[in-house]
């Protein structure tokens, strides 16, 4: 470890190994440390059930209807992935999507008047939908017809609505749709958290509206991917992706010291050793004293014995309770999977609810959502501070990773890694640049 | 004929032979300066065996195995630390796994349970152990005897074999040995309903913002 890198990363989450690939494929000599005996950091998942148990300090062991321990794989963070989003897309142009098994999730639904609906996002789904009327449903159609044929380069689609200028919630009204098809087209297929978009122009919630049908049309059931054995599978590809090309990995490594000199970072000290480098990446739970906390994020990880009621005993599925349903600022997502994917003991169901905080009784907040999963067998309640670098690390050359936010997907995760390439290269970051740069794989295919 | 994609991974000290074995039984060849951690990660060979087509996807440690020095939370004390970078993707599914030791260094032969260890605890609970006791072309510098060997993979039944990855000896054989030992493919069948791979569609669409 006495010795110079281009680049040391901090932290084995899915931001930073990201990073750590594309800066290994590229050809810089990186160091990869974490101070946890496991890779993923916060984008971990847990195993066995027994530790999840230790982390969240619940007395006693699990029972012995939870199962065999080894057989739970636990997500910290909700997530999906969208069929055809960003992340799919670095798995693709990485090959890491060589090392992981996919399964698509069965249904998204949205709440509405304390149940639950199928979201529809085809013309077909629409009609039979009971989220509507039947009038509505005509209203609807015509509007999801819109937005399908809605080309931004080609005016002849815009039908007298300017997608720069006009406002979406003009758009709602030129098709004189109501409030509650308002609330789910706009926080269930175009996934926005808050109500702010309705006076942004048009175009990126119609194009928002148009990639959720096209990740739904990539597989049918949903537009949302989960990876077999959870999500903590995604950061350990990654970090093999970084290997294969140099990179060194150290787990269960203590970090004593960030050394800077004349406000650049020149090393890090471990164990008594120093490791020198140009560059330091590293999540901000490494540097305390360089992020600020930008709000909160709750989440309760509910283990269950029951697919949740009214989604056809999906075996995995997503909910979204827009906020004016429940009278909130901001959704609350709930994110199911189950021991289909490798990830609970047989039978039983992992259903993860998040939001972000908005008062002093965070767990109060969430209730709708808990009621909808009754009856839970056990909880685990985390409350994590949302924290962002306080510079850009331009002058430092620290380049620290944004927590994970309450979005249930890897859209702002992925826009994170694009920024910190930029301000680590000073070049836009473009996919092409994660390709394996050589031949790595052997034999037939 | 019937194929089946059966993972295999590779574990054993750095050093020890474990990416030229893979790349004597893939392309038959032998390097002796292969890269230690550049270089294939993932390979795959078909061979038949009986009325069956196994097709072998060998995943190589890509150098997450090498050891580097560490303090152990709970004993406080510095000690070679040599197998946790490994993540558990890399035992994932696996079939088969190969630990090698260097017939010439006793120590990576000490180590071996270490990686048993390690196996039971991370790996799934069928696989098939093999065990092979690589460079025996260096007899004149034998340190573990073959028997010893033997004995110990007998006592955790495992297969055992000596190996040259440098002039091809048993390397075929030890695969042999796993196709052998593989559980038939109706005695398993796949349970649940597997995922499945990514791929890229035929045409990517091209999606520009405003
Ligand atoms: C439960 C849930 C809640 C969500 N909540 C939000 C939310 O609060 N805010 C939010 O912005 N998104 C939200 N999303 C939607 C998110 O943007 C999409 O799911 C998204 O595409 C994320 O998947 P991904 O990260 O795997 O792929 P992405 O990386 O998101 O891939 C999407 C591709 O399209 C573009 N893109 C992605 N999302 C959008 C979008 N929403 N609008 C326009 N272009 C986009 C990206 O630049 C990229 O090229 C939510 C998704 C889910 C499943
Ligand atoms: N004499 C001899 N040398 C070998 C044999 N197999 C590997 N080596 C050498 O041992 C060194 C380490 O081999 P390598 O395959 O990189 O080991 P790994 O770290 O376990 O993957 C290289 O210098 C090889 O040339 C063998 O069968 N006989
Ligand atoms: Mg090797």
């Known amino acids: 470890m006495n010795e110079e890198y281009d680049v040391i990363v901090l932290g084995t989450g899915l931001t930073e190994c990201i990073l750590s690939g594309i800066m290994s494929v590229n050809g810089k000599k990186v160091l990869h440390m974490d101070r946890n005996p496991y890779y993923g950091g916060e984008s971990a998942s847990i195993t066995p059930l027994d530790d999840l148990y230790k982390r969240f300090k619940i007395p006693g062991a699990p029972p012995?209807?939870?199962?065999?321990?080894?057989?739970?794989?636990?997500?910290?963070?909700?997530?999906?992935?969208?069929?055809?989003?960003?992340?799919?897309?670095?798995?693709?142009?990485?090959?890491?999507?060589?090392?992981?098994?996919?399964?698509?999730?069965?249904?998204?639904?949205?709440?509405?008047?304390?149940?639950?609906?199928?979201?529809?996002?085809?013309?077909?789904?629409?009609?039979?939908?009971?989220?509507?009327?039947?009038?509505?449903?005509?209203?609807?159609?015509?509007?999801?017809?819109?937005?399908?044929?809605?080309?931004?380069?080609?005016?002849?689609?815009?039908?007298?609505?300017?997608?720069?200028?006009?406002?979406?919630?003009?758009?709602?009204?030129?098709?004189?749709?109501?409030?509650?098809?308002?609330?789910?087209?706009?926080?269930?297929?175009?996934?926005?958290?808050?109500?702010?978009?309705?006076?942004?122009?048009?175009?990126?919630?119609?194009?928002?509206?148009?990639?959720?049908?096209?990740?739904?049309?990539?597989?049918?059931k949903s537009p949302y991917l989960y990876p077999l054995?959870?999500?903590?599978?995604?950061?350990?590809?990654?970090?093999?992706?970084?290997?294969?090309?140099?990179?060194?990995?150290?787990?269960?490594?203590p970090i004593e010291e960030i050394i800077v000199q004349n406000g650049k970072v020149i090393g890090v000290k471990s164990e008594g050793e120093v490791a020198r480098c140009k560059q330091l990446i590293c999540d901000p739970s490494y540097v305390k004293d360089r992020v600020e906390k930008v709000?909160?994020?709750?989440?309760?990880?509910?283990?269950?014995?029951?697919?949740?009621?009214?989604?056809?005993?999906?075996?995995?599925?997503?909910?979204?309770?827009?906020?004016?349903?429940?009278?909130?600022?901001?959704?609350?997502y709930v994110c199911m999977i189950s021991s289909a994917h490798n990830v609970a003991a047989q039978g039983k169901y992992i259903a993860i609810v998040s939001t972000t905080v908005e008062t002093k009784e965070p767990e109060k907040e969430i209730r709708p959502a808990l009621e909808l999963l009754e009856p839970i067998e056990q909880k685990f309640v985390s409350i994590s501070d949302l924290l962002v670098p306080k510079d850009l690390g331009t002058e430092s050359q620290i380049f620290i990773s944004r927590t994970y936010d309450a979005t249930t997907h890897f859209e702002t995760t992925c826009d994170d890694i694009k920024d910190i390439y930029k301000r680590m290269t000073g070049s836009e970051f473009d996919f092409e640049e994660m390709k394996r740069k050589k031949n790595d794989i052997y034999g037939e295919d | 004929m019937a194929l089946r994609e059966l993972k295999v991974c590779l574990l054993g000290d750095t050093g020890v032979g474990k990416s030229s074995i893979v790349w004597r039984f893939v392309e038959d060849s032998?390097?002796?300066?292969i890269n230690p951690t550049i270089g294939a990660s993932f390979m795959t060979k078909t061979v038949q065996y009986q009325n069956e087509l196994h097709?072998?996807?060998?995943?190589?440690?890509?150098?997450?195995?090498?050891?580097?020095?560490?303090?152990?939370?709970?004993?406080?004390?510095?000690?070679?630390?040599?197998?946790?970078?490994?993540?558990?993707?890399?035992?994932?599914?696996?079939?088969?796994?190969?630990?090698?030791?260097?017939?010439?260094?006793?120590?990576?032969?000490?180590?071996?349970?270490?990686?048993?260890?390690?196996?039971?605890?991370?790996?799934?609970?069928?696989?098939?152990?093999?065990?092979?006791?690589?460079?025996?072309?260096?007899?004149?510098?034998?340190?573990?005897?073959?028997?010893?060997?033997?004995?110990?993979?007998?006592?955790?039944?495992?297969?055992?074999?000596?190996?040259?990855?440098?002039?091809?000896?048993?390397?075929?054989?030890?695969?042999?040995?796993?196709?052998?030992?593989?559980?038939?493919?109706?005695?398993?069948?796949?349970?649940?309903?597997?995922?499945?791979?990514?791929?890229?569609?035929?045409?990517?669409?091209?999606?520009?913002?405003?």
């Open chain 1, 64 to 220: 012995a209807s939870m199962g065999r321990g080894r057989d739970w794989n636990v997500d910290l963070i909700p997530k999906f992935l969208m069929a055809n989003g960003q992340l799919v897309k670095m798995l693709l142009y990485t090959e890491v999507t060589r090392y992981l098994d996919f399964k698509v999730t069965e249904g998204s639904f949205v709440y509405k008047g304390g149940k639950i609906y199928k979201v529809p996002s085809t013309e077909a789904e629409a009609l039979a939908s009971s989220l509507m009327g039947l009038f509505e449903k005509r209203r609807f159609r015509k509007f999801l017809v819109y937005v399908a044929n809605f080309d931004e380069k080609d005016p002849r689609t815009f039908e007298g609505i300017d997608p720069k200028k006009t406002a979406m919630r003009e758009v709602y009204k030129k098709f004189d749709l109501g409030q509650d098809v308002i609330d789910f087209t706009g926080h269930a297929l175009a996934l926005y958290r808050t109500d702010d978009y309705l006076d942004q122009p048009c175009c990126e919630t119609i194009n928002r509206i148009k990639l959720y049908s096209e990740s739904l049309a990539r597989y049918g």
């Open chain 1, 229 to 253: 054995y959870g999500l903590g599978e995604l950061p350990q590809g990654f970090a093999r992706l970084s290997a294969i090309y140099g990179g060194t990995y150290m787990l269960n490594k």
């Open chain 1, 295 to 332: 709000g909160q994020v709750i989440r309760v990880i509910c283990i269950l014995s029951h697919p949740i009621k009214n989604t056809n005993d999906a075996n995995s599925c997503q909910i979204i309770i827009p906020q004016n349903q429940v009278n909130r600022k901001s959704d609350i």
């Open chain 2, 30 to 33: 032998f390097d002796p300066n």
């Open chain 2, 55 to 210: 097709k072998f996807l060998i995943w190589d440690t890509a150098g997450q195995e090498r050891p580097y020095f560490c303090t152990d939370k709970e004993e406080q004390i510095l000690y070679h630390y040599r197998f946790r970078a490994l993540a558990p993707m890399y035992y994932r599914g696996s079939a088969a796994a190969i630990i090698v030791y260097d017939i010439t260094k006793e120590e990576t032969f000490s180590t071996l349970k270490n990686w048993v260890k390690e196996l039971r605890q991370h790996g799934p609970p069928n696989i098939v152990v093999a065990i092979a006791g690589n460079k025996c072309d260096l007899i004149d510098v034998r340190e573990v005897m073959e028997r010893d060997a033997k004995d110990y993979a007998d006592s955790i039944h495992a297969i055992f074999v000596e190996t040259s990855a440098k002039n091809a000896i048993n390397i075929n054989e030890l695969f042999i040995e796993i196709s052998r030992r593989i559980p038939s493919a109706d005695a398993n069948p796949p349970s649940g309903g597997k995922g499945f791979k990514l791929r890229r569609q035929p045409s990517e669409p091209q999606r520009s913002c405003c």
